[in-house]
């Protein structure tokens, strides 16, 4: 830990040293800026991202935030949450420190996700220092995020590997479309954790370093322009590319996975707060999980 | 607005001698912190004899400019001459206006104690910012208003070859066409030299 620690520490210094060089993005380098934009042997990633921005990023946020909330009310009136009798048997689940790296990771999301918003709806806000304090918040929110996500990478991988159960969770949707208790094909993570866990973890680290190259901005790592073959601003504006549309992702799985937690699974919560569920909801919602605990003589 | 009457710059790289006077003008100007080009002169071809040139760069001011399409808080406005200029007070430095523009103009200078990316800073074209004009706050965040003053633009008002001009698009275009007409028709015989005065 202490090392992994250190190791962070390190990168951000490097990354601040580069700076201290020719600037990469106002100094020669843009001329290149300017023949790379729009021209035929370049990318045109300036068009493409200001045609991005301007028609598509905030339309498809603002309808992932209206639409996913609806469908999950519309969810939970017609069909209602998962109510398992709880002052039964509990299992623990998560020891303390996967509750402890979860619980880092979340609070982080808790934060990055509504400045993220606000940043992208900044001109209904009136911008100013609101939408400027959000995306300062947004930029520190990332450092205990950027401190858990290989830590919780590393603790869940096995768990998350997909298998012949998840084929047919996802025929039945993981059972949400109705209200019958039957058990569930499903390990410790269902499908829909697993499908979850990738996209906070990679996609997670994808958004952490996007987010810093659009933060540092004019940093000079020679190596990644060799590698990408991108000139500096072209790397920047694959990032904000990249970020917004695996914010779209991340958004929407954010958002199913806090109505689970909070609403569609009474009492869900437990389990990152003490790390215990109701024995009955890991019966149903994880059958395989429960039985190989049995086999395993641990329940 | 008419294409023509819009204010643009023109650097004519005929002329250009890379003497770095326009931005050292601008930076002078506007108090500029160290870091902080709004303009800068940019040699290509460097070496390669008959293709080195050199040319001085800022913001276009563009037609339908690509910055105001994608800032997150629309901070920008273009003035009715086409000048386009944006609210520093709202802007929060998100640098999605670099990534759209075209010229690499806009800049940001780290404040605050994480160094995180300040306001946007970019070429006025002299013509200040939304605050009331020539107010010590407008020059203060955007620099001197020459623009209201009636005057020319400092970096071209500078040049000592003139290869920098500014003005309504026509007018630019005009002066343009003159130089490429006049072109190889010799050096124009001054009435009143040296040798006349002295008569050597
Ligand atoms: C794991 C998730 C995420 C991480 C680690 C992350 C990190 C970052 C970082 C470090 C920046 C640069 C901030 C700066 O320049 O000061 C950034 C920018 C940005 N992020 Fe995220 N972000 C994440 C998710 C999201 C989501 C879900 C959204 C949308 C809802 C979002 C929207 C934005 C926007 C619009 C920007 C550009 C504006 C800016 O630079 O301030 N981000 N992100
Ligand atoms: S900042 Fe760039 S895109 Fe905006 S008007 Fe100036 S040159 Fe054009
Ligand atoms: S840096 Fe400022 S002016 Fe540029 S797009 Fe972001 S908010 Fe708008």
């Known amino acids: 830990m202490r090392k992994y620690l250190y190791f962070i520490i390190a990168t951000l210094f490097l990354a601040s040293a580069a700076f201290a060089a020719e600037s990469q993005i106002w100094g020669d380098g843009r001329v290149l800026n300017i023949f790379g934009y729009g021209q035929v042997e370049s990318l045109k990633l300036g068009p493409l991202f200001t045609m991005l921005q301007k028609e598509y990023f905030e339309v498809i946020f603002f309808g992932i935030l209206v639409g996913v909330p609806s469908a999950f009310f519309l969810h939970y009136l017609i069909i209602g949450p998962k109510v398992f009798p709880h002052g039964g048997k509990k299992i623990y689940v998560f020891n303390l420190f996967h509750r402890f790296i979860h619980q880092i990771a979340a609070l982080s999301f808790i934060v990055i996700v509504p400045t993220g918003f606000i940043i992208i709806f900044g001109a209904q806000l009136g911008g100013g220092s609101l939408v400027r304090l959000a995306k300062d918040m947004h930029g520190l929110a990332t450092i205990p995020f950027a401190i858990v996500v290989i830590p919780m990478f590393l603790m869940w991988l096995k768990d998350a590997f997909f298998n012949f159960d998840d084929v047919k969770w996802i025929m039945i949707v993981g059972g949400y479309l109705s209200k019958e208790k039957k058990p569930i094909p499903a390990g410790k993570f269902n499908a829909g954790q697993k499908m979850w866990y990738w996209i906070a973890t990679l996609g997670g680290m994808i958004m952490i370093i996007t987010g810093a190259t659009m933060y540092f901005m004019d940093f000079d790592i020679e190596l990644l322009r060799q590698i990408s073959g991108l000139t500096q601003i072209d790397l920047l504006r694959f990032a904000a590319i990249v970020h917004n549309v695996m914010g779209f992702g991340v958004v929407v799985f954010f958002i199913v996975h806090l109505y689970m937690a909070m609403f569609a699974i009474k009492g869900a919560v437990h389990a990152i707060i003490d790390g215990h569920m109701e024995d009955e909801e890991v019966k149903i919602l994880h059958g395989s999980y429960y039985k190989k605990l049995k086999e395993e003589g641990k329940i | ?200």
């Open chain 2, 1 to 200: 607005m008419s294409e023509m009457s819009r204010m643009k710059f023109y650097c004519d790289d005929h002329r250009c001698i890379e003497c770095d006077g326009c931005s050292v003008a601008c930076a002078e100007a506007h108090e500029l912190p160290t870091g902080i080009n709004r303009r800068k002169v940019v040699t290509l071809n460097e070496g390669i004899e008959g293709k080195e040139f050199s040319t001085s760069i800022a913001c276009m001011h563009c037609t339908d400019a690509p910055c105001e399409q994608v800032c997150p808080v629309d901070c920008f406005y273009i003035r009715e001459d086409g000048i386009v200029l944006h609210d520093k007070e709202v802007c929060i430095g998100c640098g999605y206006c670099l990534y759209a523009c075209p010229f690499g103009a806009p800049q940001f200078p780290r404040d605050g104690a994480f160094g995180t990316k300040g306001a946007m800073d970019k070429c006025t074209m002299c013509a200040g910012g939304p605050l009331e004009t020539n107010s010590a706050h407008e020059r203060e965040l955007y620099g001197q208003n020459l623009i209201a003053e009636g005057k020319v633009p400092v970096c071209a008002a500078m040049c000592s070859t003139k290869a920098l001009i500014v003005g309504e698009a026509s007018e630019v275009a005009k002066i343009y066409r003159q130089r490429i007409s006049s072109k190889g028709k010799g050096v124009q015989s001054a009435p009143y030299g040296w040798s006349k005065a002295y008569g050597n």
